[in-house]
Each structure stands twice: as C-alpha cells, then as structure tokens.
C-alpha cells in the first residue's frame, strides 16, 4: 500500500517511547514525523549502560539501538532532531497543522498530522535542591544515572579513582521522590530495580566493594525484576531499610552518614554515594500542555483520559506515550508506549475504541 495515502502522526519525542511508537506505527503502514530536541535520538536510556553480569539482568536498555536502527532506517518515519514543536493548530476535526523549529538555525517547517502523540520524557530530579545530600559539593556523590553514563563508557575510576583498594559505596533510594516536602510524593517506579541492577554489575567487576542500599521500601515489581532481590542476597548487597538524611564530608574525603538502628543513632563511613533521583516532569511541561490543551496532575506529568484509558487525553486524537504521563521504567514505558500505538491505529481506523 502508498504509505502517502495513510494518515501521518507526530511523535513529540525520540526517547524509548517515541521509538516505539513510531516504530509500531510505522509497522503498521502509518507514516509519522518524530520530533527530537537533543541531536540525536534515545533519551536517557541511551547513556545507561548494559548491566549484564554472568547473564542478562533485563534492564532493557539496548532495545533503544534496536528501536534507533529500526525507526532511522524506516521509510515511514522521518525524523527531526534537534527541533522541538513550536505550535500546534487543528484547523480540522480530524487534521493538525504542527509547526516544527530548528532549534539550532531557527528555521520552520509545517507538517501535517492526523493525531499527536506527546511522548516526550521526564527529567532527573536534581539533588542539589537540597543541600543535605551533598550533591555538587561533595566529590564523592554522584546521581544513579551519572554513575550509570560512567559506566557505559568504561570510565568508573574517574569517579573512583584507579587504586586496588576496597571501597565502600552506599546507594540513597528515594532521592526526590516520595517526598512530600518537594511536591513529589510518588514513587518513580524505576530506580529500587536500577539500583540493584549496578550493584549487582559493579559487584561482578568489584568482588571487593562493601556495597550497601539504603530504601524505604524496595519496589522490585515486573516480569523480570522479582529475581534482583534474591540475587542482591546471593551476592551479599547489604539492603538496609531507611535512608539516612545527612552526608557529612570528612578531612580525608569519605562521607559521614547517620542512621537509626533499632532507635539508636549509627554513624557510618563511605567511600562514595550514589542517588537514585527520582523522574520529575520536564520543566517546560506546561507549555506543552497548553500548546496540545492538555491537562497536568497535581505533580505536573501530563494527565491521560482515566486509569482505564492511560493513553488518550481529553483531546480528540491527542495520546501521550511514555513517562511524560507519569514515571515508568523502561519496561513500563516500552509497553504503555505499545498501547498508545494500539490506540493510535484503532482510532485512525476508525475502529470502536478498544476497551483497557
Ligand atoms: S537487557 Fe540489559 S542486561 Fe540484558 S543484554 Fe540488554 S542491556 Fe544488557
Ligand atoms: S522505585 Fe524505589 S527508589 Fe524509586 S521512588 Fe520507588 S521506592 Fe523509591
């Protein structure tokens, strides 16, 4: 069939959701215009690094390769990085007229849409918010996903340093995220499986290490996810239940904490820290929102029709895909990301609405 006689859809982001529902659409014989602000597509997922050890931990990141390959070398799809939507008219029930901008030369080009998906991403809390965790100040604490590019690119001893010596590292869970204090009393859904996963892949190369997780409660939900914890005892993770408030840096660089055990304070010494920040919505949420008259929650992610229908919105042909609707992992965000699609076809065919 001529793809030119199928309906076109936007795909406001060209992380792992954009990816798949473009990828899905495109299978389907849609033909979409992906949008992508940074230069090069993949969002976050594309600096986290693999953490096999002796076998696949199923975090999911290299299925963003898969879905760049796949989705670059469609003819369906066309892509525009480093352009971000600029405005978005309907002048049609069933018709959008987006306007792109070239965020480097500022040039615009119009395109035309049958529906609009907003998959556009999250942004890491940044820790600095706070002064108690120390980040920015101390050279020793790091974000999880900072950690996790370090990784990715073989270049662990530019944070840890190249002696042979065991060091000691210590994961906060929780950081900017179920913390009423900051607006963001939700879990992030991510980073409990995220932590266990690096501290089972730094245990494989660092047999050494005294590694500990302090949590409030360990969300280890999924297909795959169940066996990290019994994995995390296998391999000796300390899990500790309660994460401790303060960092104090000490004249020869370690970290101070202070914990409470069984209603008695604890002192302990660190080599590093690592934050497990948690997903916030992106800072410019709300012009999306308003450009696609959409709504956000009470935490600024972008609101879907209902609990039983989390891909559409209130506007006709408006879908969101993806952690821009609220926090996911990957897995999540991958599977959310299939329905969209779903929802995407069954609506432009015309069909009945699927019922969730
Ligand atoms: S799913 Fe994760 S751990 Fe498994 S091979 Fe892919 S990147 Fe590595
Ligand atoms: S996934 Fe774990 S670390 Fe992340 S917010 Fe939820 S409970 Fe906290």
Redesign the pocket.
Known sequence: MDSHAQPSVVIVGGGIAGLSVAKCLSDNGLSCTLIERENQLGGHVRSWA???TDR???????TVEDLIDVVESSERVSVLTGCELESLERPGTNSFRVQVRNATNGDRQPVEAAAVVIAAGFTPYDPSEKVFWGYGVHRGVVTLQELDTLVRRDDLAGFVGESDEPLKMAFFQCVGSRDRSIGADYCSQYCCKAALRMALRLRKDKPDWEITIFYIDLQVAGKFAGSLLSLAEEKQIRLIQGVPGEIVPREDGTLEILREHKGVNVREIYDKIVLSVGQHPLPDVSRLSSLAGLETDRFGFLTAAGTQDPCRTRVDRVYVAGTVGGPKDIEQTVEHAGRTAAAVLADLNGSERTQQ
């Open positions: 693999c953490m096999a696949c931990l199923r975090c999911f990141c290299c």
